[in-house]
């Protein structure tokens, strides 16, 4: 059975940063990829980041230049590195992996941007 937990997120001031972490852990080697989502109150679900296997990565518009994802493969974890924060990243943020032909999901940890 494969588990992801996210952890890091709270709240924050516009401008501020937060280090959001990924922790998969299960009986397999390693993810093909590794992502992060985000889904705020009356919006739908957007891919924020992805990074593959072979460190490639891929962002949404609205948090590039801001953000970076990375991930340790021994670790099967992966990271998200937000700075300059702004209110319209207030949202719930999900990890995502792929493993083989199968999608698995963390619970969410919520980021709240506000002064």
């Known amino acids: 059975q494969v588990q992801l937990v996210e952890s890091g997120g709270g709240l924050v001031q516009p401008g501020g940063s937060l280090r959001l972490s990924c922790v998969g852990s299960?009986?397999?080697?390693?993810?093909?990829?590794m992502g992060w989502y985000r889904q705020a109150p009356g919006k739908q679900r957007e891919l924020v980041a992805e990074?593959?296997?072979?460190?490639?990565?891929k962002y949404v518009d609205s948090v590039k230049g801001r953000f970076t994802i990375s991930r340790d493969h021994p670790k099967n974890t992966a990271y998200l590195q937000m700075n300059i924060l702004q209110p319209e990243d207030t949202a719930v943020y999900s990890c995502?992996?792929?493993?083989?032909?199968?999608?698995?999901w963390g619970r969410g940890t919520q980021v709240t941007v506000s002064s």
């Open positions: 995502s992996a792929r493993l083989d032909f199968s999608v698995y």
């Open positions: 299960g009986s397999f080697r390693s993810f093909n990829a």
């Open positions: 990074i593959t296997t072979g460190g490639s990565t």
